[in-house]
């Protein structure tokens, strides 16, 4: 016996079946932020007095610019998956829960692209 209403049954509509997969992607960008940002912090604490300069060479090296690309790109897909799952939970209105998931897209990849070329620029740089 079906759990849809007959209404669904005839629209033939259902569950996306996506929800899994949202879900699994937050965790395992949550799993890999746990040690990049643990490494980021200490990069970070250990080089609290230093100048420009020596950040520069800290991320010309190319151990210490990958980190950080990865931290970048797990933090900013963290980022949109989280502010997704806010938008489509509190914002009742389709039309504007639709504007709000575009604008969290192009700002998340706007944002996390600009300092992944800031990383870049630096390792180049250097």
Not at 3 to 18: I, V
Not at 37 to 44: D, Q, Y
Not at 92 to 110: D, F, P, Q, R, V
Request: charged share 10%; aromatic share 10%.
């Amino acid at each position: 016996m079906s759990q849809k209403t007959p209404l669904g049954r005839a629209r033939g509509l259902g569950s996306a079946h996506s929800g899994a997969k949202h879900f699994w992607r937050q965790r395992l960008t949550a799993i890999a932020l746990v040690p990049l940002v643990i490494w980021f912090v200490t990069s970070l604490v250990a080089r609290s007095t230093g100048t420009y300069e020596e950040a520069r060479a800290f991320f010309s090296q190319p151990l210490a610019a990958a980190l950080m690309l990865m931290l970048i790109g797990a933090g900013f897909v963290h980022l949109k998956l989280g502010v997704q799952v806010i938008i489509e939970d509190y914002i009742h209105g389709e039309s504007t829960k639709l504007a709000l998931l575009i604008l969290n897209t192009l700002y998340c990849a706007a944002v996390g692209l600009l300092a992944a070329l800031a990383v870049l620029q630096l390792f180049f740089a250097g």
